[in-house]
Structures are given as C-alpha cells and as structure tokens.
C-alpha cells in the first residue's frame, strides 16, 4: 500500500493557494464577499442644478433596478436641501435639509420622491452641504436658538435615515457648487448667534466614523474632474489637483472621486462606476489583503510542518 505524506500534501496545497493569488493580483481579478450597501443621495435641488437634477432624475428607475439585481438587499434614501432661509444664503421657502425617502430595500418611496423633486430657489452661490451632510448621518435634529422645540424658521427635527451598522454606505451628491457654507469660517451663517451649526470640522468628524465613501456628481465647472465621464475611467493623478476645494476634499477623504458632469450621457456613466468601484477603505478580502493573508497562512503552515520534521528527528 502506498503510503501518503501528509506534509508533503499540505505543502503542494499551500503552493497552489499561493500560484492562485499571484494570479489573481496579475489578472486584477477579485474575489468578492456578498456586501450590504446602502446609497445616499443628498441632492442640491437650487434653481440652477434644473438641467442635471432632470437628468438624473431619468436615470434613476433604470439605474435602481440594475442595483437590485447586482446586490440583493441594497437600500437606497433620499435628502435634498437647498439653504437656511435667511438673507443671503437663502429666501423664503429654502431649507438646509430635508429627508425625502428612509434607506429601505422596497423603492417605491425612493423612486416616488425622486420624480417629485423640482429646482427652485436658493440665495448666493453656496449652498449647506456640511449642515446637511451631518445631519443625514448623525441623525440628530437642528435647534439653533437653544428653545428645544425644532420647529422655528431654519430648524428641523431629528430624522431616521436608518443607518445599520455593518453595512457600506455610497453617498453621492448632486450639486453645482464645488465649495460649501462654512461655519466654521463664517460665524454669521446662518445668522448671527445661532448655535449647534455644523461647520467642516464637525462634518467631516462625522463622516469619518461611518464605513462611507463620497461621490460627487459635479454640474458646475472651474473644477476638474478624477473621472473621465466618457468612459468610466480615471484620470491619471496629475490631471487632478486634490484638496482644493470642499467637494474634492470630502471625496478624498472617503476614497470617493469627483466626477464632473459635462456632457448628456455622462449621468449613466458616473453612475455605473460609481455602482462598481472598489474603494480602497471598504473591508473585504480582495486584491493585496487576500494575498497577504493567504502568505501569512502558507508560512504558518511551513513553519508547523518544519518544526515537526526537527521534533521527529531529534
């Protein structure tokens, strides 16, 4: 009968378990878990996001399903804003945040609120991304003269978006404007003496503890895109100058990208690669970090089998 060594079988398995990974590192070809995503779209709806808000708004249904059929289980909600409706940054009617739909993975009230969005208002340029954008993900609501109601002119109360833990979250803002209003640096806005507003500091303290990566579907101009909209592909890193502006340093710091919307069909296009990027801070067991532990296991392996062979030879 033939006798089979089992540290010799052990060490052809880890050979093969390592030719495999080199393999698909030279191939970049991944191995993926099931992930559990949730999109968030946080939408400038001003009078001058109309043409690309209506774009946008025509991809949604089909764009949707495609997402269900990739990733059961994928949840999909909606905030708009516009801003606080106080002179200058706003007039009568505008608002700093508004959560139109729940992540939820039905998306009939998604779809719903998407076809009901229409542009219109909003002061000076900017607009109140970073009060928004803290707001959506700390849940909480917005009391700015210490009344604890919520309920007077520029306040809203707490809403439940619905964020789970465990699960990756794509947020993706539609806007012309590639910087935000800034308490941070202008103790008027929204008006003088308010308190509990968000500036950059809190905002993006806020982001970063969420497991998120940050698109930006830019109509504006003067900003250049990391993304070329034609074809999904990026830019080569010295065409985009990082950091320079709010909207560019928000997407950096989550591993998102700036994708500049310039043309009828780009909207498909940002959107399918925003649906299958990889960024680099989701967990999964893809690319260098299955090769690492794949090395880690086959050298633990190695050094058991060595040490056995010196124990039976001693």
């Known amino acids: 009968m033939k006798t089979i060594d089992f540290n010799k079988s052990l060490m052809k398995t880890c050979l093969a378990v390592l030719i495999l990974a080199v393999i698909m590192l030279a191939t970049n070809q991944p191995i993926q878990a099931q992930v559990q995503r949730d999109y ?3 939408i400038d709806v001003t009078g001058s ?21 990739a990733l059961p289980g994928v949840r999909f909600g909606l905030v708009t804003h516009k801003d606080f409706p106080f002179s200058p940054y706003g007039g009568t009617g505008d ?12 998306p009939a009230n ?34 700015m003269n ?16 619905g964020i789970l833990a465990g699960r990756e979250i794509r947020m993706i803002i539609l806007t012309d404007q590639k910087s935000f209003h800034d308490r941070d640096t202008d103790s008027n806005y929204p008006y003088a003496g ?9 905002c ?24 070329n909209p034609q074809t999904g592909e990026p830019y080569s890193e010295d065409y985009y100058a990082a950091d320079t502006t709010h909207l560019q340093e928000l997407c950096i710091k989550t591993n ?59």
Request: charged fraction near 10%; aromatic fraction near 10%; avoid cysteine.
């Open 40 to 42: 968030i779209f946080i």
């Open 49 to 69: 996001t109309w043409n690309w808000l209506s774009k946008w708004q025509a991809s949604m249904p089909g764009w949707v399903a495609a997402q269900q059929a």
């Open 95 to 106: 608002y700093a945040y508004q959560m139109a739909a729940a992540l939820n993975s039905n």
């Open 110 to 143: 998604f779809l719903a609120a998407v076809a009901g969005l229409s542009s219109s208002g909003g002061g000076d340029g900017l607009e109140s991304q970073y009060v928004t954008i803290f707001h959506t993900l700390s849940e909480t609501g917005l009391d």
């Open 146 to 161: 210490m009344d604890f109601d919520y309920v007077d002119q520029g306040e809203f109360p707490a809403n439940q978006i």
């Open 194 to 202: 308010a308190s509990n507003v968000p500036g950059r500091t809190t």
């Open 204 to 227: 993006l303290t806020e982001v970063l503890t969420h497991p998120l990566t940050t698109y930006a579907l830019y109509t504006g101009s003067w900003l250049k895109s990391d993304i």
């Open 256 to 314: 998102g990208h700036v994708i500049l919307m310039d043309t009828v069909a780009s909207m498909d296009v940002a959107l399918d690669y925003i649906a299958t990027n990889q960024p680099r801070r989701v967990p999964s067991l893809t690319g260098w970090g299955l090769a690492v532990l794949l090395v880690l296991l086959i050298l633990s392996s190695i050094y058991v089998i060595a040490r056995k062979r010196r124990l039976s030879v001693s």
